[in-house]
């Protein structure tokens, strides 16, 4: 069983940059496919990237498409998020999840775990 946590977010103005990380213990972080998707007040959980194990695979939506990266480094058991030109739209908690299997994903319940989330604010 993988643990997650998730770092990085903060309050930046519209157009900025930030770089989220995941941090993965207790399991092997290559087996698993990994995946972000973030939540805003009174909002359903959107996805917004997802990386196959060996990361040569990616999936974003086209809300983020150009402005988001995804990648992973196995051997420090760390997915990232690079979000540049923030918008405020963007605006919401950011979880990183886990999968088990193969294969990019778009929905929550095909990730098996879950960090608790970092708040990403961005002023306009």
């Known amino acids: 069983q993988v643990q997650l946590v998730e770092s990085g977010g903060g309050l930046v103005q519209a157009g900025a940059s930030l770089r989220l990380s995941c941090a993965a213990s207790g399991g092997t972080a290559s087996s698993y496919v990994m995946g972000w998707f973030r939540q805003a007040p009174g909002k359903e959980r959107e996805f917004v990237a997802s990386?196959?194990?060996?990361?040569?695979?990616?999936d974003y939506p086209e809300s983020v498409k150009g402005r988001f990266t995804i990648f992973r480094d196995n051997a420090k058991k760390t997915a990232y998020l690079q979000m540049n030109n923030l918008k405020p739209e963007d605006t919401a908690v950011y979880y990183c999840?886990?999968?088990?299997?193969?294969?990019?994903?778009?929905?929550?319940?095909?990730?098996?775990?879950w960090g608790s989330g970092t708040q990403v604010t961005v002023s306009s």
């Open positions: 999840a886990a999968k088990i299997g193969v294969g990019v994903a778009r929905f929550p319940h095909q990730y098996e775990y």
């Open positions: 990386i196959t194990r060996g990361g040569s695979i990616t």
